[in-house]
């Protein structure tokens, strides 16, 4: 059974052979704390991807309101979510065009 988090940014379709959380490739699911940005079993949703980009925003506002390097920190990590978000639009795909 899938359980949704609404508030995650991803979704892991584990695969261990291609999991860079796993150390030697044996384990049977994810290690969470180890999860990568380019790990090849991540998956998006529409919906996540909105929320990488309002998370970004929520950064950059608060980014005002900090000091420099912890603004800076934060303006990094709102790019990071721009890009991760931007990434999905570009290889998204649908059912339609699987079945087409």
Not at 21 to 35: K, M, N, T, V, Y
Not at 69 to 94: I, S, V, Y
């Amino acid at each position: 059974m899938l359980y949704d988090n609404p508030r995650a940014l991803l979704l892991c379709l584990f695969r261990s052979d291609r999991a860079p959380c796993q150390e030697d490739g044996r384990l049977s699911e994810p290690i969470l704390d180890r999860c990568v940005p380019n790990c090849g079993n991540i998956v998006r949703t529409d919906r996540q991807a909105i929320a990488l980009r309002e998370r970004a925003q929520q950064l950059e506002i608060e980014a005002d309101h900090v000091p420099g390097p912890l603004a800076d920190r934060g303006l990094a990590a709102a790019q990071q979510f721009r890009d991760q978000a931007d990434e999905h639009d570009r290889t998204r795909f649908t059912i339609e065009d699987i079945t087409a």
